[in-house]
């Protein structure tokens, strides 16, 4: 499967994005997804994660300021992002790991597909 990120970008803190992947050559509904991101000099983290189930996690930091979701057609992850704040800033990727119903995991090692990336800046 092949991943592509979108929607990243400069925003104020307090505001709002939604980051999108879309997914080729696979339907995702074998895959659990996730979004991931990676600031400069930090290892690269979990953010929110949805298995083929639809069952979602979040990392402490983003829990109830972020929302994963996938579409019905299965082809698109999203990533609705609400009061951002100055630490989010980071390059953030999509991610899948082939399974259906595999627990959640914010491990990235056991994500096999990546996309390039997209850059979300949070500005005061």
């Given at each position: 499967v092949?991943?592509?990120e979108s929607g990243g970008g400069s925003v104020q803190a307090g505001g709002s994005l939604m980051l999108?992947?879309?997914?080729s050559g696979d339907s995702i509904n074998?895959?659990?997804m996730g979004w991931f991101r990676q600031a400069p000099g930090k290892q690269r983290e979990g953010v929110a994660v949805i298995n083929s189930y639809g069952t979602t996690s979040y990392?402490?930091?983003?829990?109830?300021?972020?929302?994963?979701?996938?579409d019905s057609a299965k082809t698109q992850l999203y990533l609705q992002m609400n009061d951002l704040k100055l630490e989010v800033t980071?390059?953030?990727y999509c991610a899948a790991r082939s399974g259906v119903g595999l627990w959640n995991s914010f491990v990235s090692s056991d994500y096999g597909y990546w996309g390039q990336g997209t850059q979300v800046t949070v500005s005061s």
């Amino acid at each position: 499967v092949q991943l592509v990120e979108s929607g990243g970008g400069s925003v104020q803190a307090g505001g709002s994005l939604m980051l999108s992947c879309a997914a080729s050559g696979d339907s995702i509904n074998r895959y659990s997804m996730g979004w991931f991101r990676q600031a400069p000099g930090k290892q690269r983290e979990g953010v929110a994660v949805i298995n083929s189930y639809g069952t979602t996690s979040y990392a402490d930091s983003v829990e109830g300021r972020f929302t994963i979701s996938r579409d019905s057609a299965k082809t698109q992850l999203y990533l609705q992002m609400n009061d951002l704040k100055l630490e989010v800033t980071a390059m953030y990727y999509c991610a899948a790991r082939s399974g259906v119903g595999l627990w959640n995991s914010f491990v990235s090692s056991d994500y096999g597909y990546w996309g390039q990336g997209t850059q979300v800046t949070v500005s005061s």
